[in-house]
């Protein structure tokens, strides 16, 4: 566990499946139920991560959930409280995949993530993160809308 700005990084996503699922369900037209996020960390290589606040009664403010397989990890899923944004935690939250990889011999990391997304696409741009292909109408939201999804990956320098 470690502690920044008033926050707490957490590596045990298992005791946080409710606030997961809730938050997921908060932010996304597609939102994944606590038993499709617990069916995810029981696939081989999926972990998981999850900030709090450090405060006398701790508020759940976001989440990750990713998979190392082999030599390429992939971020599955990243939430962010809207009242928690703006303080480096969806950072916080990529850099403990990123160090993870590394840790389990990853060559490189993926995501997809929707096409207008700008806070994330810069955030994952800051970290080296380049677009290298487009899934044409992947996102449907609840309206009937379309949107595009961008793949996005980083390589480590070995």
């Not at 606030?19 to 972990?47: C, E, N, Q, V, Y």
């Not at 409280?81 to 990529?94: E, F, K, M, Q």
């Not at 011999?105 to 993160?129: I, R």
Request: negative net charge; proline residues 3%; charged residues 25%.
């Amino acid at each position: 566990m470690t502690e920044r700005d008033g926050y707490k990084l957490l590596g045990d996503i298992e005791a946080h499946l409710d606030d997961a699922a809730a938050l997921h369900g908060a932010i996304f037209d597609k939102p994944w139920s606590r038993d499709a996020l617990r069916d995810l960390l029981s696939m081989s290589g999926t972990a998981g991560a999850v900030i709090l606040s450090n405060a006398r009664e701790p508020t759940f403010a976001g989440f990750v959930l990713f998979q190392c397989i082999g030599d390429f990890a992939e971020i599955l899923t990243l939430a962010v409280a809207p009242d928690h944004r703006g303080r480096g935690l969806g950072r916080t939250l990529v850099q403990r995949v990123l160090a993870r990889a590394r840790e389990t011999g990853a060559e490189k990391v993926m995501l997809e993530v929707q096409d207008g997304n700008l806070p994330a696409v810069q955030l994952y741009e800051s970290l080296g993160m380049k677009a290298f292909d487009r899934r044409h109408n992947y996102y449907k939201s609840s309206d009937g809308r379309h949107a595009d999804a961008i793949l996005m990956q980083v390589f480590f320098d070995n």
